[in-house]
């Protein structure tokens, strides 16, 4: 029977659970599996910034998992990371580690929304246009859409409307 480390080192399958095939968990995935999510708010990305996170990721390896859903086919949607993903592959890394979950469309749009607006350097017109689409997908309010993502509804109708303007 394996030994039961105990104490530091033991690395973040210490505090989540290994993944059988199918199952929700931590466990490592082919990088060429993983889909982009459609829904991802973020449009842009700063090139120079990836090159830079490539380069960490070459030193110290991928220190915090992607969130991903598994699809039909063994592959998998990106529910967060994106960037983290991009500089794996620009990194050239085969796999990455990433939790495995289940989630519905709210939590999709969720989890990318609450990643990237936690983020400096999102756009207002990239806040906007998720924010409109969890609204008007999902039916959400303004007011429990900025709950959730922790701004006032004011706030999220005045991001909203920015996409009214010329």
């Known amino acids: 029977m394996a030994e039961d480390r105990r104490g530091m080192g033991r690395g973040l399958a210490a505090i989540l659970p ?8 931590l466990r490592e995935v082919a990088v060429e599996l993983v889909r982009p999510n459609p829904r991802q708010p973020r449009r842009s990305f700063d090139e120079a910034a990836l090159e830079e996170l490539a380069d960490s990721i070459r030193v110290r390896g991928v220190l915090q998992p992607i969130v991903v859903r598994s699809l039909a086919g063994g592959h998998f949607e990106l ?3 994106e960037r ?21 469309d709210w939590e999709r749009l969720d989890l990318a ?14 806040e906007a246009r998720a924010c409109a689409m969890l609204v008007d997908d999902l039916g959400l ?11 006032s509804r004011v706030a999220i109708s005045n ?5 009214d303007l010329p």
Do not use: C, F, H, Y
């Open 141 to 151: 309010t303004k007011e429990e859409l900025g709950r959730r993502v922790g701004r």
């Open 113 to 126: 929304l609450a990643e990237n607006m936690a983020r400096v350097d999102l756009n207002a017109v990239e």
């Open 84 to 104: 983290r993903l991009r500089a794996a592959r620009i990194a050239g890394l085969d796999s990455i580690p990433a939790v495995v979950r289940e989630a519905d």
């Open 159 to 163: 991001l909203i409307r920015l996409l």
């Open 79 to 81: 529910l967060a990371g």
């Open 18 to 25: 290994r993944a059988e095939r199918g199952q929700d968990g």
